[in-house]
């Protein structure tokens, strides 16, 4: 497979007619070929139109063939080798085992939606059996199960150009439901989107379904997501970027005739808690850790750890002195694209502007283009409780504040005035910080979708367990999550039938359950 620069519509090249655009290496800054037109409102209409056209016979796919689509579509990625994974690190600047461990991801990723596409849990299926004898009323027969929403519009994420892309969570959960799937590609990364929608359409093809299922579309400028997601076959989206994105998205959402849901995972600063005994053991560890997790991946990932709290003591000094020296150690990392480093350098440089932050130190600074110089400041907890949104704001990169509490009650304090995050990390003692914390965790449930001990928020697992969800600004819908296979829920709606022959009922709920699914009955 090779990339031409053309939108898939259906099983169709589409050439757009809108201002070009190319993918450029941020590491070098070089236009990288080709091309690639954008389309227009009336391609988000022909794509939107197929998916519709293909909606009933996709939702009605008994589950082994839909496991099978999404498990081809994984061959059909692997199958593109280096090609894909060239392209990928051209585009984003990523390196190579980075992204051939997020290829793996996402491949696994697909399978574990096939496996729960075939154990059919998702259906929720209920049956309330009739009770005719009832008094003083009878009870009819009544059976739930969940149905798929309809076309769903994805918009890639720049920072996983695979996991979170074309072919990410978002797509793989819509997919596994029973959705249709129009993706708005990423600018940053046309041509990995090209790849692997292309690895899609083939998997579509190879199982003989409609060609609707699946489409791709591009552009830059808000032009054609607006159009996508104020499209009147569209009923759900999913959406992985910033904040300022997210909510646009959502206000057009939700201003729409008929309006629709919108799944966005915006900004999280991933707060880490550090407790005293375990600064007491470990304190320098704790800090090697830490800075791992800071600068990996030039910090361009959601669960990043932006904000570290502890309570002032030689302990805590300890923990910042080694973390110091091992952000003023790291190297300059390429970011993404132009825009999310100029990003970053604005965030640094409002915090660093502040008369109540403090500069700890710098990483390393480098010349070449688009570098992230890792950044670790600090502030009291009384000026991060005075002002939490402007001090709490996630700055998009490799940059960390850590807050000086004056003791444990402080601390709480701090926890409280947490904008909602995704992530929540308490580093513990088990026994010796257990008031502490759990004082803590009756907060931190509150405020974010995950809470970790004894670890760092980066690298998030995908399984049935797992939240990467939380309340606003981390998502726009905290009863979700866009990783694991629960992500499959956003997409599906319940339905109930009374009373229906059974004849006529769908397989998850008939007598003879053809398709085996577990289901909570009450005779
Ligand atoms: P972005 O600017 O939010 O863009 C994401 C996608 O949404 C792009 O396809 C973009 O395309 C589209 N879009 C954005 N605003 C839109 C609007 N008003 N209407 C319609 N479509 C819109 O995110 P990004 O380019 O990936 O990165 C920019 C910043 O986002 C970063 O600096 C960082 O702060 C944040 N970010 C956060 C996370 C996270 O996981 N928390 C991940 C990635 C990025 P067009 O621009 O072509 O419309």
Redesign the pocket.
Known sequence: MHITGAMLIGQTDVTGTEAVFQAVDPATGAALDPGYAGGTPSHVDAAARLADAAFASYRATPPAQRAAFLREIGSQIMALGDTLIERAMAETGLPRPRLEGERGRTVNQLNLFAAVVEAGGWHGARIDHAQPERKPMPRSDIRMRHIPIGPVAV?????FPLAFSVAGGDTASALAAGSPVIV?????HPGTSELVGRAIRAAVQAQGLHEGVFSLVF????????AL?THPLIKAVG????????L??MR?AAARPEPIPVFA????TNPVFLMPAALKARAAAIAGGFVTSLVGSAG???TNPGLVIGIASPELDTFIAAAREGVAGSGASTM??A??HQ??EDGVRRLTGLSEVEVLTRGNPSDAPNQCQAALLACSAEAFIRDPQSLGH?V?GASSLVVRCADEAQMLDVARVLEGQLTATLQLEAGQDADLVSALLPILELKAGRILANGFPTGVEVCHAMVHGGPFPATSDARSTSVGTLAIQRFLRPVAYQDIPDSHLPEPVQAANPWNVPRMENR
């Open positions: 918009f890639g994420a720049s920072n708005k590609g990423h600018p940053a552009g830059v400028g808000n032009d054609i997501g607006q997601v959406f992985t970027g910033s904040r300022t994105g997210g646009a998205l057009a995972e915006m900004s999280s361009q990932l959601c993404l694209t825009g999310i990003a970053y996630e998009f």
